[in-house]
């Protein structure tokens, strides 16, 4: 249970606050910060939206006022020492914002952090987190009801069910229940149409993207154990394909749809570095697994960034480390 009546006296005795949110953004965290956004908007505050990445091609929906700024340091740097609040939204630990890291860091302004992964780095002068809630627009609508701030209307359901959907692999996870069903219901009610979201997030990929998801499939691997699947895309895929980093959200979830496997991965190549999605079934905690490597994530699904390693001997490395977890 999260205490919001110190978020209330924060947003009612400031006026301007500078929201944000990880590094490639998903729905759960383009969705909270736009909620949070027009809320913020409808209480007559000054609100402003920087993130490190550009907003994935299939969320740009969302945004139907285009108010999502992407990050350039001359232009953004004096809003974290101008605003009054910095709002961290969907992430725990600050180099979840990348190159806004040392803005982030270095300004003395309030810092709260609304959230649903466990383990927070005490980053923050208030933290809003609790990680039974199914995603933190979640924790945002939970927030608006319970206080009252402002009468929700459409422009915040759509936002709120998109994180919902997605935060739940579509309302299959476990944090899946029947408040969470009602609390849907709402939404659908305020104006939120399910089958316009899914297919915009969903149902509108590139060209691009599934014949890269079609070699991802067919040179998908597995450990000796026939436990762990995981999937690797170099660069070289990945231009072959014509696909992006946004292309592969979601890809991870296919190595966890073989029967007996407990674990899936993926590997990505980046310019300078590596990412890995991490996936599991049961009580498998992945989040653990990448803490160990310095990622981190909810139980079942987490990841990884490192940079200036080589990706063979990285993939050994972890695939190993993986083995313990599922003894
Ligand atoms: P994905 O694999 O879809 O990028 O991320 C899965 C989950 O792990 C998300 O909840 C995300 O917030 C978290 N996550 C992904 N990458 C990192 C990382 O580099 N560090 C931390 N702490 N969490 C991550
Ligand atoms: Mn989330």
Do not use: W
């Not at 249970?1 to 929201?19: A, G, Q, R, T, V």
């Not at 627009?137 to 915040?156: A, C, Q, R």
């Not at 991802?216 to 450990?223: A, K």
């Not at 991965?265 to 992945?286: A, D, M, Q």
């Amino acid at each position: 249970m999260i205490d919001f009546l110190p978020l209330s006296k924060i947003i009612s005795e400031n006026k301007s606050f500078l929201l944000t949110t990880h590094v490639n953004p998903d729905a759960d965290a383009i969705g909270s910060e736009l909620a949070f956004y027009r809320m913020l908007k409808m209480l007559g505050k000054t609100a402003r939206i920087v993130n490190h990445s550009e907003t994935p091609y299939n969320l740009v929906f969302l945004d139907t006022d285009s108010v999502v700024e992407k990050y350039e340091k001359e232009k953004h740097d004096m809003l974290f020492y101008e605003s009054d609040v910095i709002v961290a939204l969907d992430f725990n630990s600050p180099q979840r914002v990348a190159s806004m890291q040392i803005a982030f860091e270095n300004s003395r302004k309030l810092k709260i952090c609304i959230d649903h992964h466990p383990h927070p780095s005490p980053f923050a002068d208030h933290f809003f987190v609790d990680s039974s809630y199914s995603a933190t627009g979640h924790v945002l609508y939970d927030f608006i009801k319970k206080t009252n701030i402002v009468e929700p209307g459409k422009s915040i359901a759509v936002p709120i069910y998109a994180a919902i959907m997605t935060d739940t692999g579509s309302f299959r996870f476990d944090r899946t229940t029947s408040d969470l069903h009602r609390l849907i219901a709402e939404l659908i009610d305020l104006g939120t149409d399910p089958t316009y979201i899914y297919d915009k997030i969903y149902d509108e990929s590139r060209y691009s993207k599934i014949r890269l998801l079609g070699e991802c499939l067919s040179t998908i691997r597995m450990t000796p154990s026939k436990e762990i699947a995981y999937i690797v895309i170099t660069q070289q895929a990945l231009k072959i394909s014509g696909a992006d980093e946004a292309d592969i959200e979601g890809f991870v979830n296919y190595c966890l749809s073989i029967k007996g496997v407990k674990m899936g991965l993926l590997f990505f190549e980046l310019e300078n570095g590596l990412k890995v999605s991490l996936r599991s079934k049961g009580s498998i905690p992945v989040n653990l697994l990448a803490e160990e490597f310095g990622g981190g994530g909810h139980l079942n699904a987490s990841g990884i960034r490192v940079s200036d390693v080589k990706l063979n001997d990285f993939i050994s490395v972890i695939l190993e480390a993986a083995e313990r977890y599922i003894k």
